[in-house]
């Protein structure tokens, strides 16, 4: 068995886009190798921020020598009434390369078919992936690409470099005009020099020794183990932050971390501002002390061994000076005035061109969250959730806000406390951009869940409103996270509103603003929100998606209540009887689906089975309303299971088409009646149950 390494060397490649540059690589090397015959080669890739590298181990010399059935033409047509092979025939031995006295006879689904067996003799492994490697690479997915040169050749960054070698040979190829070769080069700081590979087996190694770590998880662990040393030497640990240790990993060939300092003055700013200093902008991990305070040293990466001269570390500590200095200077700018006398500048910033300023947003979203104060019950006044509407919008138009935008809620939330704010305000400031989708902990007040219900309703309903639909991939506003968002707060919030009329109210706003369709842009909403509620049901709260549609199909709009009833029906719907009930009320739907409902006559029951079910739905009835109002909905299912056997009964005793109008009609009205009380809890029809199509 023979090794295989593929290196492709480029300009410095985005951090973000080697992480499926590896998976691409790797899954499209091994779909070729199994095409190709190659069963049970090991693919491994790697990269740096400057190569792409595959490795591939127990490989044969040859590709398998296999045998292929080609399919002909009818038999009908290969041959003449005398049996006598036609030009059809004979062309398909000339292509099959078998003499025409060769060819089989198969049947098939269509009839019965000429087949030619032909051996395929193996070629050369080399020659085969000299011929897949370019495809290969050429069909890579980036983010964003570049063309250089003449602009005929597309990749991710222009590429300097191309190793292919198959064991100590170089298997001959062209990627995008680049002639493969055994040479490449070591890290451009520490060993720049070209070198010539002796082996794929030897690869790793060869590069290890000038400085170059193709394995990302071998860079990890020395990012890890330097991390921890800088931090023992000063008496502090590394704030955990895994997406920039991830990101530092991708950007370095040898990787290594310098330690600044900071000025202890700046560590009187709020904390948010240092770290999105550090972190955002400099993408610097964070010391802090044993008790979380933030300690005044940063932790730089590089890709080189060490800072010998000191030039790196000091040219960090400028620029995060400088910014520092900076954010200091904003702060005291901004802390010259009350946050709530910026209120008014809210008319000059732009929310969109047919929607009109930030502040005409903050009013509609005070309305929002108005509404919602007064269908939960909440005794919260409505003049103060819309002030407070307009109070967390307000430091978009401080300094601090406008030289760092990822600060934006939380510098409210600062200012608003040293104003002298209720916690209640201020939390709700620093909170309403929380979550970002399903995912993280939602605004920790009443106001802070009010408000940022109420921003996300308003900015889905009002883009809505103007065209701004999500399309595909698209969506430029996020506006997909915004109406996570928002169901994830109402479900956790716990509040029984009806989400459809909120979704209703806030198209009515935007389309007082807007113009347009009420009813088209409220559909649209609708359908996006309801599409919400289901993934959060399937993705956060872990229902079977058919559970989900079954619930949902019933009623979606009072989310607490939803997903009490879909954890109910997850807990029983596995149960022998609810699976046969299952089944039954698929019956019912179909039966009864279109038909007019004439309600029931106890007086044309004509079988036993009939009344039984009558009266066990009359039971279910009156069970179910006690089950409802006190929110007991796993009796109200458990009280549906225990129908079961008689609605079985009921389709075995009685023929619900009866050629009597009289009879037929009532035993419809008998069936829909059942079927209004299932569906105060779900559509069971809508359940995916084994056996089910029989």
Known sequence: MSDFLLEVRTEEIPANALPSARRQLREALNRALVEEGFEGADVHTFSTNRRLVALV???????????????????????????????AAEGFARKAGVPVEQLERVETPKGEYLSATIRLEGRPTAEILAGRIPGIIGALHFPKMMR???????????????????????????????????????????????????????????????????????????????????????????????????????????????????????????????????????????????????????????????????????????????????????????????????????????????????????????????????????????????????????????????????????????????????????TAARDHYLPQGFEGEIPASDLGRLVGAADRMDSVASLFAVGEVPTGSKDPFGLRRAAQGLVRIVAGAGWTVDLAAFVRRACELAVETAGGDLDVVSSQVMTFVTDRVRRYLVDLAGMAPDTADAVMHAAWSSLPALEARARALEAVRGEPEFRALALAFKRVRNITEGQPDAGVDPALFAEPAERELYEAALAFQGELEMSLAAHRVDEAFAGMGKLAGILDQFFIDVLVMAEDERVRANRIGLLKMLGRDFLTLADLSRLQVEGGES
């Open 57 to 87: 181990s127990g490989l044969p010399g040859r590709q398998p020598d296999r045998t292929e059935v080609l399919t002909g033409p009818p038999a009908r047509v290969a041959f003449d009434a005398d049996g006598a092979p036609t030009k």
């Open 148 to 426: 250089w040169g003449l602009g005929t050749h597309v990749f991710v960054r222009p590429v300097h470099g191309v190793v292919a070698m198959f064991d100590g040979d170089v298997v001959p190829m062209e990627l995008l005009d680049i002639r493969s070769g055994s040479r490449t080069v070591g890290h451009r700081v520490h060993a720049p020099e070209a070198f010539e590979l002796t082996h794929p087996s030897a690869y790793a190694s060869e590069l290890e020794e000038r400085r170059v770590f193709i394995d990302p998880a071998q860079r990890r662990r020395r990012l890890e183990k330097l991390a921890a040393e800088l931090a023992s030497q000063v008496r502090c640990h590394v704030h955990p932050d895994e997406a920039l240790v991830a990101e530092h990993v991708e950007l370095v060939e040898f990787p290594g971390l310098i330690r600044g300092q900071i000025d202890p003055a700046h560590l009187e700013l709020p904390r948010e501002v240092v770290i999105t200093t550090l972190r955002h902008h400099q993408k610097c991990l964070i010391l802090e002390r044993e008790d979380g305070e933030l300690a005044p040293y940063f932790l730089a990466v590089v890709d080189r061994a060490d800072d010998p001269e000191g030039l790196i570390r000091q040219g960090n500590e400028w620029v995060i000076g400088a910014r520092l200095s900076d954010a200091a200077f904003f702060f005291k700018e901004d802390r010259t005035h009350r946050l709530e006398d910026l209120v008014p500048q809210l008319e000059r910033l732009e929310f969109h061109r047919k929607l009109g300023s930030l502040a005409a947003k903050a009013e509609r979203a005070g309305l929002l969250a108005r509404w919602l104060v007064e269908a939960a019950g909440m005794t919260i006044t409505a003049g103060e959730v819309e002030r407070v509407a307009r109070l967390v919008k307000a430091d978009l138009v401080t300094h601090m806000v406008g030289e760092f935008p990822e600060l934006q809620g939380i510098m409210g939330g600062h200012y608003l406390r040293l104003d002298g704010e209720p916690e209640e305000v201020w």
